[in-house]
Every structure is written in C-alpha cells, then in structure tokens.
C-alpha cells in the first residue's frame, strides 16, 4: 500500500470509528451511563477530527479524499463495547507505528501520524484500566460507576 492509499484508509476508519463510537455513546446515554457515554462521545469527536485532518492533509499533498466510511459493529453490551476498542487499538498501534516508515520523506505527515499515535496509547491504556477495573471490582459495580449526571 503507498502513503496516499494509506492515508484514504486511516480516514476511512476514523470516520468510521467515529461513527460507531458516536452511536454507542447515544446508547450508553440512553440507558442511563452518562460517565461512560460521555467519554465515549468524546472520543468519537476526537476520531472525526483525526479524519478530517487525514483528508486535509490529502489535499495539502494535491490528492482529492474519497467519501468512504469503515463499516463498524455496533456493541449493545457493553464490556463488549470496551473489549472490541482494545483489541481494535492493540491491532492499529503496531500498524500505525509501522506506517511511520513511509513517511521518512514527509514531515509533516509523519508528525500528524505520531500524534495519532500518541492519541490512540491514550485510548488504548484508557480502555485497558476499565476492563482491569472490571476484573478488580465486578462488572455490575463497574457499571454503577458509570451511571452520572
């Protein structure tokens, strides 16, 4: 895969991601788990972001972006929901960083996609303290925990 055809793909998973994170937000919120549907909806918005900055960068380097979105499973459960973003994350981390190899000649692109990197280690150790979270105190008292106003 070259850079521009790489570059296509992250947007069209950040959309994508976005997208799902955004609907499991919703419902989250709507079951009353405020606290994690929240978190959620932030990191859809962060997802959006990310692929709107791909698409400029496309545009930046004289490419036209695709109107294409990654399908995502929506989760109804939700330790479902958190065990899917850690193996999502723990499978992207690896290819992003070694993505960074195509990048040598392009600063600019290199530096976008390392904050990307960064952002997604966040996520990555965020969902990884919820799930141990799960295993330390119970899942019904973890959703207790997430229930807020």
Known sequence: ?????????????????????SIHAQLLRDRGFKKLGDKIMAESDEEWEEAKKVNERLIELGVTPVVAIQEYPVITDIKGMLEYDY??????????????????????????IEKFIVDEQEHYNWVKRHLNLIKEI????????QIGE
């Open 138 to 145: 119970g899942y019904e008292n973890y959703l207790i925990e």
């Open 87 to 112: 193996k999502d994350s723990s499978e992207a981390l690896p290819m992003m960083s070694k993505a960074l190899s195509l990048f040598e000649d392009d600063y600019v692109t290199k530096n976008m």
């Open 1 to 21: 895969m070259n850079k521009i055809e790489l570059l296509k793909e992250f947007a069209k998973g950040w959309f994508g991601n976005s997208q799902q994170h």
